[in-house]
């Protein structure tokens, strides 16, 4: 158990290594020469070479890289070009909107998707099932910036229960803070609740046909416990799984987000990096969001090694 | 999704008759996808007979034009007809829907056949692709986008690297399990070459599930590029696009929602078709993957 661990842990470093080295490269052969930028308008081709040399801009790429990896590992992320200030205070500032988005996302999504896939499952071939399933398809279909200005313009606009757009810090109270995120949630889960839905569903299905099932049923168990309790338990694994892959979606998922919702956080700055060409924003935002998703499924294997006792290594 | 469902099985005692709608009562999905599809093609294509005018011309007299009988669906901040650059748009949409399927199919199954049967190069391909697998594929789009100017073909390249490893691991997975089969080791005992056992025995198995997720690789691709053009790091403004009407539409949505919802509602059907096209493929195709999604 413990090695497996250690080994789980050990094998998240070539794949960061693979994201690092890519990073590196986007800014190595990113178009504009930094130190022609520094040196301004009225500089010598001598005046910019002397510049690259001071900062090391003439030193071949694996030095570079080394270097680089390890200001990363102290927590440097450089310097944003645009604002010149520094790129880990930019993310910082931008961080808790968006924590808070995908957290409200996350969990909206797993309490509507697990309880649709359990009862399309419950009720496979029916009417039930097949509206559930025909949701999640148009779930996958429908792109999260329509979902979100649809949703703003009937519930915000029309219909006035929810803020139209916006975001208020946590620190302003709990209500105003949920009040702005409710409908960016259900626009950015859309995908999400489809996906989670249908593998619950799946999964499932597969439980439900088991012997031991059919022993609780026969038992006379209720169907709610039947249901939630034998088998959803012995379905986790795949849900669970899916659930750390699908943060990937809500990364995506969140830029857009954003940007249709006027939310002040990571998306938006991911947005206007890309418009300004300001590479070591765009940088650090990927390497940032990769860490955090490979993190994300690193612990989420690690949990259920640790929940199922059928899973020993 | 819909085959366990014992209604959609066929009656056997119908007769064995390969009709047109015998095909449509037995893949409902397929029918109404490639329906829609096939729609959507035809109007992309013939979209300047189809009452549309230059979908680029700026009127400054019929600016935001609510939708009218003049302006079917209304008319932009510049005065363009959203009707026509809808149409237009559609042509965008296709291309770049169909070019990454059919490039990150071909790429990723040349990568995944090689990982799957050189056994040296398996572990670097396969750390690779979990690396790019492990940055979320819209940013990844966005990151290549920013290095390049907008265009068309940029777009297009940028989402097929952000696909690319979904395909590879796919036929990896296939090409591994197939290694294993007694008729892949009878035809390696008879001495059968490499390519030929890849060629006879390994690629058609691998057809199926690829065809399958070429279709999902093109509603995903749709998506993001539609969400580059949205943010502006995708097809150049100039060029009519979904995203781009959209983005264009940003600033005035809560005043002029039309400008955002008809190509909102184009792409949506579409995606929605080609998803349900994927969907019915699979479960026409490969009945065991349908169990398991």
């Known amino acids: 158990m413990f090695v497996y661990v250690v080994r789980r842990i050990l094998a998240t470093i070539p794949v960061m290594a693979v994201v690092a080295l890519f990073v590196f490269s986007l800014l190595y052969i990113a178009p504009g020469d930094p130190a022609a930028v520094i040196a301004g308008d009225q500089a010598t081709p001598e005046d910019v070479e002397k510049i690259r040399r001071s900062l090391g801009l003439d030193r071949p790429f694996v030095i570079r890289f080394g270097e680089w990896v390890w200001q990363i590992a102290r927590f440097d992320l450089g310097t944003s070009i645009f604002t010149g200030l520094p790129v880990t205070q930019l993310i910082a500032q931008r961080l808790e909107p968006t924590l808070s988005l995908m957290v409200v996302t996350l969990i909206i999504a797993v309490s509507i998707a697990v309880p649709l896939g ?48 916006g975001y208020t810090p946590i620190s302003r109270g709990f209500w105003p803070w949920l009040e702005n995120l409710i409908l960016p949630s259900i626009a950015l889960g859309m995908v999400y609740i489809a ?42 694994v795949p849900v669970i799984t899916v659930i750390g892959i699908g943060v990937a979606l809500l990364i995506g998922g969140a830029v857009v987000t954003e940007s249709v919702f006027a939310i002040p956080g990571l998306g938006r700055l ?11 924003v765009i940088q650090g935002l990927v390497l940032l969001f990769s860490f955090i998703y490979v993190l994300v499924n690193l612990a989420v294997d690690l949990v259920y090694t640790l929940v199922d006792p059928r899973i020993r290594y | 999704m819909t085959v366990q469902s014992p209604t959609t099985v066929p009656a056997d005692e119908a007769p064995k008759r390969v009709g047109l709608w015998r095909l449509v009562r037995r893949y409902p999905t397929i029918a109404i996808g490639s329906t829609i599809l096939v729609s959507i ?35 932009d901040m510049l005065g363009r007809d959203i009707y026509s650059r809808v149409l237009y748009g559609a042509r965008v949409s296709l291309v770049v829907g169909f070019s990454v399927a059919i490039l990150a199919s071909v790429i990723g199954l040349t990568i995944g056949l090689i990982a799957g049967f050189i056994r040296k190069a398996d572990a ?36 097929t690297i952000a696909e690319i490893p979904r395909v590879s691991r796919l036929v990896r997975g296939v090409v591994l399990s197939l290694r294993e089969q007694p008729y892949v080791d009878a ?12 060629v006879k025995h390994i690629l058609p198995n691998t057809l199926a599930p690829i065809i399958v997720q ?44 039309y400008i955002v919802l008809f190509p909102a509602l184009f792409l949506s059907v579409t995606v929605l078709a080609v998803n349900l096209l994927g969907d019915g493929l699979r479960d026409a195709l490969d009945p065991r993957l349908a169990k398991t999604i």
């Open chain 2, 124 to 159: 670097i391909i396969m750390r690779v692709m979990d690396g790019i697998m492990s940055i979320p594929s819209i940013l990844l789009a966005i990151a290549l986008m920013a290095l390049t100017r907008g265009s068309v073909g940029n777009v297009i390249l940028a989402i």
């Open chain 1, 118 to 165: 359990v009862l399309a499952a419950w009720k496979a071939g029916t009417i039930i099932d097949r509206t559930i399933m025909g949701f999640a398809v148009f779930g996958f279909s429908v792109p999260v910036f329509v979902v979100g200005y649809i949703l703003a313009y009937v519930f915000a606009l029309e219909l006035d229960w929810l803020p139209v757009q």
């Open chain 2, 214 to 257: 070429a279709t999902y690789i093109c509603a995903a691709a749709m998506i993001t590029e539609a969400i580059l053009s949205f943010i502006g790091a995708g097809t150049p403004p100039i060029i009519p696009s979904w995203g781009n009407i959209m983005a264009e539409g940003r600033a005035l949505w809560q005043v002029k929602f």
């Open chain 2, 187 to 198: 035809a390696v005992a008879a001495g059968t070459s490499t390519p030929v056992i890849i």
């Open chain 1, 195 to 236: 996906l989670i839905a249908r593998i619950t569903r799946a999964t499932m299905m597969e439980v439900l046909q088991q012997d031991y099932i059919r022993t609780a049923r026969a038992k006379g168990l209720s169907q709610r416990t039947v249901l939630f309790l034998h088998a959803l338990k012995n379905a986790a």
């Open chain 2, 41 to 75: 093609i035809l109007v992309a294509i013939f979209a300047p007979f189809l009452g549309t005018v230059d979908p680029t011309a700026i009127s400054t007299r019929m600016r935001t034009r609510e939708p009218s009988a003049q302006f079917w669906f209304g008319t």
């Open chain 1, 270 to 280: 991911t947005v206007d990096a890309i418009l300004r060409r300001d590479y070591p």
